[in-house]
């Protein structure tokens, strides 16, 4: 665990959580209880357990491991992920954000022990030391909690579910859900409520995404909105949409807020064992497991942004779907408007872009790093020595020179960005940010992010920046982002969405968010700043 990271609450903390039944904490650990051999989430409203009958899991596979089964009434597999897994840095985060990914099912033990630049024997020591269970069973965990999300939300059959979750037969899937739930998966779909099951076109999944409130879902939306290149995206104030590659091939995805309330995955997938991956890509992309409420709580100490936290609750960041597409995405916006960044990108994309369609209607994939190392100063436009740092580091890309994931090291990952030709610390910052969901970064480069921080009455030039915000760690990215809110350049669509916010909800409608417009004067990468839109007032 790194040194600002928060550490996990003790005995005493998370009992009385689970006496006052608070859902902040679910999804962060389960209870087991000994005399009825159950877990549960924190917030279960089942009668609290004995003390002496309770033990604490920092996750369900160690409680399945140590021979519980899911408790039928608060189903803690269907809470929010743990946010430390992105607050920490260290070999047992950085597992678990692998494990999500795939990489167990996809490449075994010894290929997320590779990843991770340990011996598959020292990973599974280290892990069942802290979590209670190794790599293989966490695994196993994560197959579960998706097949129980598509029992409970889907009309697939048996067997499309025991594949889409990962799973290498039916028998192992009967076993695992038998095990983990006490029941076979027929009963366990039949658990479902009549409500919750949305009508999907055929071949498509639509799953609802758990979410740990309160969250500015405007902001997310617009910020898509907002960098969405054409062909490859599609944003709008209440979804997202677009293709991506995962390991089984294309597939398409939209995320979309429901009347209810609720965030909704609708997929369409090449290769059903992809829905995992998807799922945890998804989740990372809006910064779903972000615990908003301490993050929320911490920035407010502070009087200087206590106002900004209170008008927009619940901000997240951005990450990315995929990490090396992020770096491709970042050096070409370098020093130019939102605009012109999609608009080359989307020159890029129909150029050297792959068109699918796998979606409702044909769409086209970011071009990879080989296309764009072969062809891009073909297609590319401006400084010479730009493009040809951009086409360096999908040569890098394309090679193996450089990997990037979610999985990596921050400062490994920060230190082989400064390495390539043409990144600065802004863009690596800014990469390391979206990649791996780091929620520790500062932009102090970035001037929309200090004009807004001149707006709230703080230093405004870098190192004075830098001084006053360290006091903000570990949530420096979450402060950016209020930064950004406020800086001048956004105060006059920050009016007019705040207005049109409120008209939507008193005529029954979703909120609708105000274009703007930015020009970037950050050193080496684009200012994201005032394209974010209005934040909802509602969870």
């Known amino acids: 665990m790194t040194s600002s990271a928060p550490t996990a609450p003790g005995f005493t903390e998370r009992y009385r959580v689970i006496q006052s039944r608070d859902r902040r904490f679910d999804g962060q650990f389960v209870t087991a209880v000994r005399s009825t051999g159950i877990y549960c989430r ?28 899911a408790c039928k009434r608060c189903l803690p597999e269907a809470a929010p992920g743990s946010p430390m897994w992105d607050v920490r840095g260290d070999v047992v985060a950085r597992a678990m954000r692998l494990i999500a990914d795939g990489v167990v099912d996809r490449e075994g033990v010894p290929g997320l022990a590779r990843r991770l630049g340990y011996s598959a024997r020292h990973l599974t020591r280290v892990l069942t030391a802290e979590l209670g269970a190794g790599p293989l069973a966490l695994a196993r965990a994560n197959r579960a909690h998706t097949a129980r999300a598509l029992l409970v939300g889907t009309d697939l059959s048996s067997a499309d579910v025991a594949f889409s979750a990962g799973f ?87 995320v979309r807020l429901s009347d209810d309330g609720r965030l909704r995955l609708r997929a369409r997938l090449t290769a059903l064992a992809d829905l995992g991956t998807l799922i945890a890509r998804v989740r ?26 209170a008008a927009i609750p619940g901000v997240r960041v951005p990450g990315a779907i995929d990490a090396g597409e992020m770096l491709l995405r970042a050096m070409i916006g370098q020093q130019i408007s939102v605009a012109s960044a999609r608009t080359m990108q989307g020159r890029l994309t129909a150029a050297l872009g792959e068109e699918v369609t796998v979606g409702p209607e044909p769409m086209t994939l970011f071009p990879d790093a080989t296309a764009i190392a072969e062809r891009g100063l073909e297609v590319l436009r401006g400084p010479g020595a730009r493009m040809r740092a951009i086409v360096g580091a999908a040569e890098a890309l394309a ?48 001037v929309a992010a200090r004009a807004g921080a001149a707006a709230l009455g703080l230093p405004s030039d870098p190192a004075a920046f830098t001084a006053w915000s360290e006091r903000l760690a570990p949530w420096r990215s ?26 939507a909800v008193v ?10 417009r930015t020009t970037r004067t950050a050193t080496d990468s684009p200012t994201p700043s005032a394209v974010i839109p209005e934040s909802e007032t509602r969870p």
Not at 195 to 207: K, M, W
Not at 507 to 516: L, N
Request: glycine content about 10%.
């Open 478 to 503: 979450y402060a950016m982002a209020h930064y950004w809110y406020a800086a001048p350049v956004t105060q006059a669509w920050r009016v007019s969405g705040a207005e049109s916010v409120a008209a």
């Open 507 to 516: 005529h029954g409608s979703g909120p609708r968010a105000a274009r703007s």
């Open 168 to 254: 290498t037969s039916i028998r192992q899937f009967t076993e695992t859900i038998g095990e983990v739930f006490g029941m076979p998966p027929r009963d366990l779909r039949a658990r479902r409520s009549r409500a919750s099951g949305v009508a999907a076109t055929a071949g498509e999944i639509d799953l609802a995404l758990p979410v740990r409130g309160p969250i500015d879902t405007t902001g997310l939306f617009g910020w898509m909105r907002a960098h969405a290149i054409p062909g490859v995206e599609v944003g709008g104030d209440r979804s997202f949409a677009r293709v991506a590659r995962l390991p089984g091939g294309p597939a398409w995805f939209e």
């Open 284 to 309: 990372r992309l809006f910064d779903l497991d972000a615990d908003p409420i301490a993050i929320d709580a911490e920035l407010s100490r502070h009087p200087e942004l206590a106002a900004a936290v």
């Open 399 to 446: 090679d193996g020179t450089l990997a990037l994931g979610p999985g990596d090291d921050s400062a490994q990952q920060r230190a082989r960005l400064l390495a390539l030709r043409g990144v600065g610390p802004w863009t690596a910052d800014y990469v390391r940010m979206r990649v791996l969901g780091d929620p520790d970064v500062l932009l102090p480069g970035d």
């Open 42 to 69: 924190p917030s279960c409203p089942a009668r609290t357990p004995k003390e002496e009958n309770v033990t604490f899991y920092p996750t369900s596979a160690a409680a399945h491991e140590a021979g519980y089964r």
